[in-house]
């Protein structure tokens, strides 16, 4: 079993930052694939970036530029730097943890980009 736990998302103006975080515990041996997706009301969830045993990154076009994923190894922890936001990054975010055979969710945290 692998836990997820985001935090950071938050109210933040157009062409502003934030950083969310996504701490694992657990099975964290089996992991191999993190990443960050999100759901803006009435829309299907989609992925936004993706990190592969801590180096091979991949990103949704409507984020290349802006947004970046990294990762902490020593603290387990996922992060993503979004920079200059715009209102329709608006959404909630959830932290992904994919091993050989199973999907973790975190509970997701909400982003809101408005003036």
């Known amino acids: 079993q692998v836990q997820l736990v985001e935090s950071g998302g938050g109210l933040v103006q157009p062409g502003g930052s934030l950083r969310v975080s996504c701490a694992a515990s657990?099975?964290?041996?089996?992991?191999?694939?993190m990443g960050w997706h999100r759901q803006a009301p009435g829309k299907q969830r989609e992925l936004v970036a993706t990190?592969?045993?801590?180096?091979?990154?991949n990103y949704a076009d409507s984020v290349k530029g802006r947004f970046t994923i990294s990762g902490d190894n020593a603290k387990n922890t996922v992060y993503l730097q979004m920079n200059k936001l715009k209102p329709e990054d608006t959404a909630v975010y959830y932290c992904?943890?994919?091993?050989?055979?199973?999907?973790?969710w975190g509970q997701g945290t909400q982003v809101t980009v408005s003036s």
């Open positions: 990190i592969t045993s801590g180096i091979r990154t």
């Open positions: 992904l943890a994919s091993t050989l055979y199973v999907d973790y």
């Open positions: 657990g099975s964290i041996f089996s992991i191999n694939t």
